[in-house]
Nanobody
């Protein structure tokens, strides 16, 4: 079975950091664009960051640029999202998801359904 497992969320204060992990099983991340997406209560789901399938180019939503960093560990079949200087508006459930054959800008824009989703991990940032 294909599975994605996101972890690393928690409750932090504004200005602190968290590192989210996304572990894949039953498939390899190679060949997929991997995205982190989030959904806050009462808001639509939004793309946060994406790492491309071919050259590991990284992409970020404007709201997180300079604060979040996405990375991939192919040997571990895992993707990470380092989140620094967290703000209360970053509070959301964070999901990792993958899509083949699609460039990251389109993944971030949620233009197409993702192929696989992981269960989310809650990030809560208090002010």
């Amino acid at each position: 079975d294909v599975q994605l497992q996101a972890s690393g969320g928690g409750l932090v204060q504004a200005g602190e950091s968290l590192r989210l992990s996304c572990a894949g099983s039953g498939f390899t991340f190679d060949g997929y664009a991997i995205g982190w997406l989030r959904q806050a209560p009462g808001k639509e789901r939004e793309g946060v960051s994406c790492i491309s399938r071919n050259d590991n180019s990284t992409y970020y939503a404007d709201s997180v640029k300079g604060r979040f960093t996405i990375s991939r560990d192919s040997a571990a079949n895992a993707v990470y999202l380092q989140m620094n200087n967290l703000k209360p508006e970053d509070t959301a459930v964070y999901y990792c998801a993958v899509r083949s054959g699609t460039a990251c800008p389109r993944v971030l824009a949620l233009q197409y359904p993702m192929d696989y989703w992981g269960k989310g991990t809650q990030v809560t940032v208090s002010s």
